[in-house]
């Protein structure tokens, strides 16, 4: 039963004129508030999507009521006692209980504030009454007439379950005040003394409300019910509440139970390759590792898992990403209003974090697909800590056995990753978690080569509550990524090549509620650099290649940094940051001089440099800017601006595209600068029918400087002077991205179109520093125009159908466009760079998953999904090649799936619950 109680007696008689047009429930009842004494209390569940229309010219509030309500469902009395009360399907009696008339009255104060607060006390109080009528008291009843606000925090956890609901929205309709969830489930909000009505809502989630009392600071943790008919439900957005009220923009979160869904090659769930069907995130080609973001290359984006950088995020020549999707609570991709927190790269932020073990009890997961099989292991150790640990691995030497080559029927291929999280706590003021990951890669091409990499990251993080508005988190970090190559064709040119990057981090963050108004955060962090540049040795005895190293390289980059978020009205919040960087290289080591007056090159080289341990070979200090604002033009109406200018002092060398894992990373020096990328962005966002709908337009403009980009013919792997193969540009991008979202219903999706550019100009001194005569020219992953359609068709509980189509223009490409002979060798004469394109790409995938019964208690919870990828069966190019055969150059392209590719997988669940992924 809906209870609204207000109207004193002579409130009931007064007349009002009230207009509103298409309105939620609640906005009526504050106007109603607003104009004569009322106090409002209500089922939030029962009217989160119940919007209303009012043409009153002085009227009664009974009248205003009726005329509201009418063909609602709705019926209502106004009692004796001044109070509303409206019941869902049923006549209410006008007689109504003496006692329970008694118990509001004893429980409902005059006044209504709102707050986020709760409190386990009010199970004492029950009797029987339903926990939305309940007055929840926080804090010591004699600190009720102090003056200043007070600090709420609790967690908001998933029901039955220690999983944290991440961007629950905790509201307080009369103060116009609100706060989310973070990753773990935790809200802070400073209010002041006094009686509040909070509302907790989450899209998928059931609202609720509860009634509080707040005599002084306090903590409360709620749990959260989800809404069966919305498990499947597809949402992508930076709060899941409502894309008009969130700060964010350029900001998505990619949905684990959706990624479950998407069809995606050999059957696999990826995390990275479902972000390729976000707007304004492309790839440079299919299976290829990476991705490139509003214009960015691959290295510009910064991959985090648990605050480790990931440096290859791939297995298995780019099929697979390198995060377990299992494993993974939550994924929150920036392209742009980057926060201060963040830095050391220009392009995003992909933030991984790994779920929490479970709380209630030990439970088992597991999937096996045509060419991997994993497990994961969860569960409790006594009360105050939990552990979740998964493993995967592929067999699947047996696709290359299918091929016709015979060297490649011969070679061997997998991959096996290791990650795992545990969570201490220790007392109500502080927690500990220790997280891990560890990867390695293996091909060997039969009697040619064979490589390996290796991927490690560690996260200690130490949670500490220094009060209820003042809570910082501090972290020690590793992430070590290192790869051998080894060529075994020629016996006597038999050798071998190790490279490995090595990074330690420090961090402290700390989050202050000085206010309801404010939220800032600040902190410091740094970073240690190890690289070994690359060691050649020979493998065996009689072959003539030298023994070869490369000098190590060293450096720090140390950053402190503050962002507040500030509401100055109920329409306008800003939000602004500032991120001092302090990059610095060190010795030991040595740098070339070269002449002034000629290119950099082995003929110009005139000196060398010794530093000594510890000496500063190079130093930039740098300043990054963080500025954006949300201004609501409506109801369900809001416009987004922003700029952001970030400092990237890490490269990655590669002649392709796309990450390979034989890239190498340099970091910067007196020859190679800091990239830097400032970027423009603005935002319109509006919700239709009822908030089920989003629709957004974004559009930025971004500059770039001191981008990298080769001397034909570059050689990069062990080169001691490679700064003569590298030249400095610079670039500039732009675009706009629309996106339709339906967000419930039975069909769920996105359909998202993106028109961007990014084009590069090189120039400088000298003829061979000149690419293109000086003019922009595309980037390799230049490709104006992108299409992505995802829709989800649930059409049972335990039957859902996925699918989704992609079309996105061919990336750039240099062609031969004429040959001659010289000295009695062919030679070709080739285009302006990246002057043609490669033929359009366009896919289609489908998926359908069938779940077991979904009974609650039963020892074993599966699914079974069949997919298709490329439906089509279209040969998208990879890449196109040229062969001079007998006097002729032919073309030739290559593709990585030319017909489809049909998937069955199983996935189980034992001991666990199916609403987590079903």
Known sequence: MLVVLCLPLAAQKEKLTLKLHDVLFSELVDSL?????????????WVDSFYVSVDAVHEEVGQIMA???????????????????LSEGHTIKTNFREEYEKYLADRMSKMDTAIYSLSRQAEEEGNGISEEFRLYKIGNPAEMEKIGKVALTGTILYTGSDV??????????????????????????????GQHTVEFRRVGMKSTIRNLIVYSGGTYNLEMEEKINQLEEVTVSAEQENQVLNMRMGTEKINIKMLKQIPMGLGEVDVIKSSLLLPGVQSVGEAAAGYNVRGGSTDQNLMLLNDAPILNPSHFFGFFSTFNSDVIGDVTLYKSGIPAAYGGRISSVMDVRLKEGDKEGFKVSGGISPVTGKVMIEGPVKKRATYIISARSTYSNWILKQLADKRLQNSKAGFYDIQGMTNIEINQNNRISLSGYYSKDK?????????????GAATLQWHHDFMPNLFADFSAIM????????SVENPLAMKGMRYSLDQRLAKASFTYFPSEKHKINFGLNSTFYELAAGEQFPLNDSSNVLYQKLEEERALESSVYISDVFAVSPSLTLSGGLRFNVYASFGPGSEYRYAGDAPLSLESLQDTVRFTGGEVKSLYPDLEFRISSRILLGSGFSLKVGFQRMFQYIYMLSNTAAISPTDIWKLCDNYIKPQRG??????????????????????????????????SGASLLMNEQIETVLLNGKGKAYGIEFMV??????????????????????????????????????????KPHDLKLVVNAKLSRRFNLTTNFVYNTGRPITYPVGYFQYGGVTRFFFSDRNEFRVPDYIRLDLAATYNGNLLARKLNHSSLT???????????????FFRLDEGVVNGYKMSIFGQPIFTLTYNFKILGNAADDF
């Not at 992430?479 to 080894?486: F, K, R």
Request: hydrophobic letters at 35%; aromatic letters at 18%.
């Open 866 to 880: 069949f997919a298709i990828y490329n439906v089509l069966g279209r040969r998208n190019p990879y890449s196109i």
């Open 479 to 486: 992430s070590d990524y290192s790869y051998q190559i080894n």
């Open 67 to 85: 005329h509201a309500l009418a063909g609602s469902g709705f019926s209502f009395i106004i009692t004796g006692n001044n109070q509303v009360i």
């Open 678 to 711: 400032d970027q423009y962005s603005m935002g319109i966002y509006r919700n239709f029918r009822r908030n089920t709908v989003e629709a957004s337009i974004e559009g930025y403009y971004k500059d770039l400087d001191n981008i990298i980009d080769y001397k």
């Open 33 to 45: 508030e607003e104009k004569i004494w009322c106090k409002v209390f209500y089922a939030d569940d």
């Open 741 to 782: 979202k339906k967000n419930s219903g039975s069909v769920t999706g996105w359909l998202g179109y993106t028109y961007a550019r990014i084009l590069h100009k090189v120039t400088g001194e000298y003829d061979e520093e000149i690419i293109n005569d000086g003019n922009y020219f595309p980037a390799q992953y230049d």
């Open 443 to 455: 091909f060997d091409f039969y009697q040619v080569s064979a490589f390996s990499y290796v991927n």
């Open 164 to 193: 944290p609901v991440m961007g629950a929205i905790v509201y307080i309709r009369k103060l116009q005040i609100g706060a989310s969830t973070d990753a773990k489930g935790n809200y802070t909000l400073l209010l002041p003394r």
